[in-house]
T-cell receptor, first 108, second 114 residues
Framework: AQRVTQPEKLLSVFKGAPVELKCNYSYSGSPELFWYVQYSRQRLQLLLR??SRESIKGFTADLNKGETSFHLKKPFAQEEDSAMYYC??????????FGKGTRLHILP | NAGVTQTPKFQVLKTGQSMTLQCAQD?????MYWYRQDPGMGLRLIYY???????DKGEVPNGYNVSRLNKREFSLRLESAAPSQTSVYFC?????????????FGPGTRLTVL
């Protein structure tokens, strides 16, 4: 079965502390994974994708095929990071499946 | 470049009424998608279209139909609306592997079924 699991509905972190948003996937093929972010009153937008191995706004995510995970990390949280974060999986037939999302709340 | 546009932005229906949500993209993307977003449920795929002329069911297709009218437009129809279809609906389009398969989202349609 194709599935994306984000185990935390809400994550509260103090400003300056490290952030880790968890994402696990279930997919029999070679996965293509993404993180999307939705800031308050804005559209969903791409944050990063695993194939480009980039760092965006200080966030990174590494694909771990052994653990079937694609956790999102940032060493020092900022208040502007407060948002809803979604992990997404693209399948071979162009279907894109999202997890249930994690709301990240940065405490001052 | 308008990106992905959706109409209407808000809609209130009575149970049993029908309506069509419109979506258009001007990025020449092959793939288009319809999602619904509900609290605690995240984004759930209703239908998608990998190319003009094709449509496929997603996770929650029951109660919906879609039409890929041309490469630009992908509409979602509720034939007989039910209160369980109260949700925020998002349309998205996706580029190909050369553009990193990034999805671009519309602003959403907030639908209430009474």
């Amino acid at each position: 079965a194709q599935r994306v699991t984000q185990p935390e509905k809400l994550l509260s972190v103090f400003k300056g502390a490290p952030v880790e948003l968890k994402c696990n996937y279930s997919y029999s093929g070679s996965p293509e994974l993404f993180w999307y972010v939705q800031y308050s009153r804005q559209r969903l937008q791409l944050l990063l994708r695993h194939i480009s191995r980039e760092s965006i706004k200080g966030f990174t995510a590494d694909l771990n095929k052994g653990e079937t995970s694609f956790h999102l990390k940032k060493p020092f949280a900022q208040e502007e990071d407060s948002a809803m974060y979604y992990c997404a999986l693209k399948t071979w037939d162009d279907k894109i499946i999202f997890g249930k999302g994690t709301r990240l709340h940065i405490l001052p | 470049n308008a990106g992905v546009t959706q109409t209407p932005k808000f809609q209130v229906l009575k149970t049993g009424q029908s309506m069509t949500l419109q979506c258009a993209q001007d990025m020449n993307h092959n793939s288009m998608y319809w999602y619904r977003q509900d609290p605690g449920m995240g984004l759930r795929l209703i239908y998608y279209s990998a190319s003009e002329g094709t449509t496929d069911k997603g996770e929650v297709p029951n109660g919906y139909n879609v039409s890929r009218l041309n490469k630009r437009e992908f509409s979602l129809r509720l034939e007989s609306a039910a209160p369980s279809q109260t949700s925020v609906y998002f349309c998205a389009s996706s580029g190909d592997s050369f553009t990193g398969n990034e999805q671009f989202f519309g602003p959403g349609t907030r639908l209430t079924v009474l």
